[in-house]
């Protein structure tokens, strides 16, 4: 037996956007096991939410991620106007449309960001910047509807923030009949690739039973062949009026291949059901006006990008909830590596981590800390004291109090 | 003296380091026109160069030699290549008898010393980028040898540059041939991965092992390293081009088929992911290999 050699991925690593560590133990090429270590972004955002008001908690939470920058203000509202008996109950009709047509353009532009990178990651730069190019339409139809590129700032409890213009509309029509094609090329190019195929075919494979066993959501249990998805299972906007025709995106191979063709069916879904709701979208109002939140728990889940997004709301009766839990697709999918990454080889795996489309600022924990040896548990405050200690105890070799 | 300014000015060292540099930026500048992007000002290179050479190198205390050493081992050996290769193409009576066996030889040196540092650096990532170049090697070398091997035989057994040279300046270029063509398209996959570019560029891997072999080095090593690089983005397509397409070397043609051959480089470069490491061992072994057997014998039988 040879010696097992630790391959860090990681805590700051090119392949990932984010600080996250992976340590691959390696027998040569071939992976043999893996260590998933996150919790280097913690920001404390379900505590934080507790201090604020429901109205300014949608704005925090649209923060959590920059890319489902729609799914968990969605989550969220959907949470506390489950307080009001859901959200057919009190949301206007076209605020339903509003939000299901922002929701879809979210995901058309983190499947296109996402297809980017895994073209990067296999190094097929030509397919990043494609990707990327034609994911620039698509925030430009962001910046039409919301006014904003990114955190759209659009969802509040009841409704919408703003309105579809009725002269946007055919204008947006135009941008979504432009950006088919160009989805349509991407599945063709991928498809046709020999190459492509030969390196993302069989790699990272997850099977059915082991998807359904490692509690996988989205695109990833989708590609796996595991028939999920919250918009059909429990609907919510556009989708809870059954005027919007559209199928849910299976594969079954459960190899990066599968996955990344799940993604691109569902862009394709996407433009659908975005030019569906544009022609369906009744006029009317977009806005509930509601005032005050009553007490009890709600649940609101949504399809993000990733899979299902979780928001637990509960409320006492006051304006800022008593608990906010969050639970972000990303935490269920990361720790699927930990099956589909071992045994294959380190390029592999270095794919397989990045196919499952991790997001770890959605995914951070608090690091555990052990109370055993009776260190002492920081906050904030005390951490900022710290390193003013340290540049104190630091300046104070410099001669002048400054560097040499 | 002469001898000594042929291989540090010209042709050797600083002359073909520079087009190298140049031919690099022509390599950036089309890849960011295929991608949409603007691509860097022609001195990029050279800016790049002059930088690391500002900054500081770090080396690990156990093999500071083997790891400062290897660097310089690789660009001597690649600039002797530029050498002799340019004295070819001014006149093909300066070559000497065996000098394509030695061209060969000298043109696997930098990545030997890449794998060199590599392992010297101590480095995890490093080592499997290691790894990784050597089973490269083991898979281009061969094919790379054989379609070398049918071009002697189809130049009647000389192992010369001038004499290959002369021949098809008489006659036509080789590549214009059944035996030659197919050698040349060998040729040129062997030449993509001995350059590390995509699909070949395993060793490297940014995505994976954050430049591999490289990933320890820093300064004036690295800059050596960079260096190397260019200088065999000069000397493979001038290796080729001498081989297969040696029917005009005045100065304006061999412009011309160099940026051609060029183009294609980066073109195949943008257009194709990394392969993995088992995948590339199949390939060459497999489809390169096969086609050089049987260009050999297409050779033998005077195609």
Redesign the interface.
């Known amino acids: 037996m040879s010696h097992k050699?630790?391959?860090?991925i990681g805590p700051y690593?090119?392949?990932q956007e984010e600080p996250e560590f992976f340590q691959l133990y390696?027998e040569?090429?071939k992976v043999v096991d893996i260590d998933i270590i996150i919790g280097y972004n913690h920001r404390g955002i379900e505590k934080l939410a507790e201090s604020k008001h429901y109205d300014q908690i949608a704005f925090l939470v649209e923060r959590i991620c920059g890319i489902c920058s729609s799914s968990h203000p969605y989550a969220y509202v959907l949470a506390v106007e489950d307080l009001f008996g859901g959200e057919a109950n009190i949301v206007p009709e076209r605020a339903l449309y509003i939000r299901t047509i922002i929701d879809e353009l979210q995901r058309i532009h983190s499947h296109l960001l996402w297809l980017g990178l895994a073209?990067?990651?296999?190094?097929?730069?030509?397919?990043?910047?494609?990707a990327w190019?034609y994911r620039e339409p698509v925030l430009d139809m962001f910046e039409m509807v919301t006014g904003n590129r990114n955190n759209y700032a659009m969802f509040k409890i009841g409704g919408v923030r703003r309105d579809i213009k009725d002269e946007d509309i055919p204008e947006l029509k135009k941008m979504l009949d432009n950006l088919a094609p160009s989805i349509k090329m991407f599945y063709g190019a991928i498809n046709d690739?020999p190459?492509?195929k030969?390196?993302l075919k069989i790699a990272g494979t997850l099977t059915k039973e082991q998807a359904i066993d490692w509690c996988v959501v989205g695109p990833t249990a989708r590609a796996s062949g595991v028939n999920i998805d919250i918009r059909r299972d429990e609907p919510y906007g556009a989708f809870l009026m059954n005027t919007i025709d559209w199928n849910v995106v299976l594969e079954k191979d459960g190899d990066i291949f599968a996955k990344t063709m799940v993604r691109i069916l569902e862009m394709e879904d996407s433009i659908n059901i975005i030019n569906q709701a544009l022609n369906k979208m009744p006029k009317g109002e977009i806005d509930a006006n509601v005032k005050d939140v009553p007490p009890g728990e709600g649940i609101g889940r949504v399809e993000a990008p990733r899979g299902e997004c979780i928001h637990y709301i509960k409320s006492d009766g006051t304006n800022r909830p008593v608990r906010h839990k969050i639970r972000a697709p990303s935490f269920m999918n990361v720790a699927s590596d930990k099956v589909a990454a071992v045994g294959g080889?380190?390029?592999?795996a270095?794919l397989t981590l990045a196919a499952v489309d991790p997001c770890y600022c959605c995914t951070e924990r608090v690091a555990v800390i052990n109370k055993a040896d009776n260190k002492k548990i920081m906050n904030g405050w005390d951490l900022v004291r710290l390193s003013q200690e340290k540049t104190n105890k630091i300046k104070e070799g410099w001669p002048n109090g400054r560097p040499e | 003296m002469t001898l000594l300014f042929n291989y540090l000015i010209f042709p050797g060292l600083l002359f073909s380091a520079v087009i190298g540099l140049l031919a690099g930026w022509f390599d950036r500048k089309l890849s960011a026109r295929v991608q949409f992007r603007v691509g860097p000002p022609w001195h990029q290179n050279f800016t790049d160069i002059i930088k690391l050479l500002g900054k500081e190198t770090i080396y690990p205390a156990q093999s500071k030699f083997t790891f400062l050493f290897s660097p310089y081992l690789g660009f001597l050996s690649a600039g002797l290549v530029a050498t002799i290769l340019g004295m070819n193409l001014r006149s093909s009576a300066s070559g000497f008898n065996g000098d394509l066996i030695v061209v060969i030889y000298l043109m696997l040196i930098p990545a030997i010393a890449m794998i060199l540092g590599a392992s010297a650096s101590r480095n995890p990532l490093a080592s499997v980028g290691a790894s990784r170049e050597l089973k490269l090697i083991l898979a281009y070398e061969l094919p790379f040898v054989l379609s070398i091997v049918a071009l002697i035989i189809k130049c009647g057994g000389s192992i010369q540059l001038g004499k290959i040279l002369e021949l098809q300046a008489l006659g036509a270029s080789n590549i214009a041939s059944w035996s030659g063509a197919l050698a040349f398209i060998v040729c040129f996959f062997c030449m993509q991965a001995k350059l590390g570019y995509p699909p070949f560029d395993i060793a490297e891997a940014d995505q994976e092992l954050m430049c591999g072999t490289l990933i320890e080095y820093s300064g004036l090593p690295l800059a050596v390293f960079k260096l190397t690089k260019a200088v065999m983005l000069y000397i493979l397509p001038v290796f080729l081009i001498i081989l297969f397409m040696g029917k005009d070397t005045s100065l304006l043609f061999m412009v011309l088929k160099y940026i051609g051959l060029l183009f294609f480089i980066v073109l195949v470069k943008n257009t194709n992911p990394r392969v993995r490491i088992d995948q590339a061992l199949g390939f060459f072994w497999k489809v390169p290999t096969f086609m050089a057997v049987a260009s050999v014998i297409l050779a033998l039988v005077g195609q």
């Open positions: 050699v630790i391959v860090p690593h090119p392949m390696v040569g090429e073209g990067h990651f296999i190094g097929y730069n030509t397919v990043w910047m494609w190019k690739d190459v492509i030969a390196r080889t380190i390029s592999d270095t």
